[in-house]
């Protein structure tokens, strides 16, 4: 889930208020150079989802992205 200090940050928020149940239990760390998003998805479309939902709120910044495909 995402960490506390970052609720209100539009990234967590995107993620937080996903239509899609998966992505609301990624983890996400921000800095001022870059975010990784952190976790398990069953499914690589769900990974590039996750992905495509952060893009607009990156402001120049890198995006890192090491969910993790596991199937059930």
């Known amino acids: 889930m995402v960490s506390s200090p ?5 990234c967590a928020q995107a993620l937080r208020l996903s239509p899609i149940p998966p ?6 760390e ?7 998003i952190h976790g398990r998805v069953s ?3 769900l990974k ?3 992905q495509e ?7 120049g910044r ?5 969910v993790r495909v596991e199937r059930p």
């Open 62 to 66: 890198c995006l890192r992205n090491l």
């Open 6 to 10: 970052l609720l209100d940050s539009p």
């Open 23 to 28: 992505l609301r239990n990624l983890a996400l």
């Open 43 to 45: 499914s690589y479309y």
């Open 30 to 36: 921000e800095t001022e150079e870059g975010i990784v």
């Open 48 to 50: 590039q989802l996750a």
């Open 53 to 59: 939902a952060l893009m607009p709120h990156l402001d």
